[in-house]
Nanobody, 121 residues
Framework: QVQLVESGGGLVQAGGSLRLSCAAS????????MAWYRQAPGKQRELAAQ???????YYADSVKGRFTISRDNAKNTVYLQMNSLKPEDTAVYYC???????????????WGQGTQVTVSS
């Protein structure tokens, strides 16, 4: 059983910072891409940032220059450092990862339960 456990969400004032973490656990053989999605009330889920196993990153235009995604392969963990937060960043943030298990090939995409980020002004 693979589980992605998120932490770091909360309430912050505009201009503040938060760091989200998502740790994957289980019988993991390898993890390819890891990503952070977000879903604001009444809106579709969107990709905010992702990082490949090789370290290549992608950011949505709305977060470029403010968010930084990184990963610690030894800990099977992905982070999202969020700076200069805006009210429009308010959303439920979900981490995802494409994971291959010891006895499974190809792998599958797994999702965290989501963590609420609320930015007030």
């Amino acid at each position: 059983q693979v589980q992605l456990v998120e932490s770091g969400g909360g309430l912050v004032q505009a201009g503040g910072s938060l760091r989200l973490s998502c740790a994957a656990s289980g019988s993991i053989f390898s993890i390819n891409v890891m990503a952070w999605y977000r879903q604001a009330p009444g809106k579709q889920r969107e990709l905010a940032a992702q990082v490949s196993s090789g370290g290549s990153t992608y950011y949505a235009d709305s977060v470029k220059g403010r968010f930084t995604i990184s990963r610690d392969n030894a800990k099977n963990t992905v982070y999202l450092q969020m700076n200069s937060l805006k009210p429009e960043d308010t959303a439920v943030y979900y981490c995802s990862a494409y994971i291959s298990l010891v006895s499974t090939n190809p792998g599958s995409t797994y999702w965290g339960q989501g963590t609420q980020v609320t930015v007030s002004s």
